[in-house]
Nanobody
Framework: QLYLVVSGGGSAQAGGSLRLSCPASGHTQSTYCMGWLRQAPGKHREGGAALYTGGGSTYYGDSVKGRFTISRDNAKNTLYLQMNSLKPEDTAMYYC??????????????????????WGQGTQVTVSS
């Protein structure tokens, strides 16, 4: 069983920054995909960024590209999302998730929900104008 614990959400002004953290424990795969997804009230869940642990390849959705950076501390087995130049439309619940190793989003830019059986509890990010 993989455990993901999300922290670092909160409130920020537009143009500000926040950093999310997601330490992971218990993964049975040696390489896998970890990602940050978000869901705003009344909207579908949206994929933000993904990282493949077997080499560090990354993917960014258009809405966060150039502003957010996904990274991982291998020693701490912790995933991060550095969010800069925040906008009010970034307001959402943010989730950390992990798949079993396919990381298909890197190849076709599509998030396949069934590929991600492991989820953190989510953290709220609120950006005010």
């Amino acid at each position: 069983q993989l455990y993901l614990v999300v922290s670092g959400g909160g409130s920020a002004q537009a143009g500000g920054s926040l950093r999310l953290s997601c330490p992971a424990s218990g993964h049975t795969q040696s390489t896998y995909c970890m990602g940050w997804l978000r869901q705003a009230p009344g909207k579908h869940r949206e994929g933000g960024a993904a990282l493949y642990t077997g080499g560090g390849s990354t993917y960014y959705g258009d809405s966060v590209k150039g502003r957010f950076t996904i990274s991982r501390d291998n020693a701490k087995n912790t995933l991060y999302l550095q969010m800069n130049s925040l906008k009010p439309e970034d307001t959402a619940m943010y989730y950390c998730a992990s798949d079993r190793g396919r990381c298909r989003v890197l190849y076709d830019g599509n998030w396949y929900p069934d590929d991600y059986p492991y989820w953190g509890q989510g953290t709220q990010v609120t950006v005010s104008s």
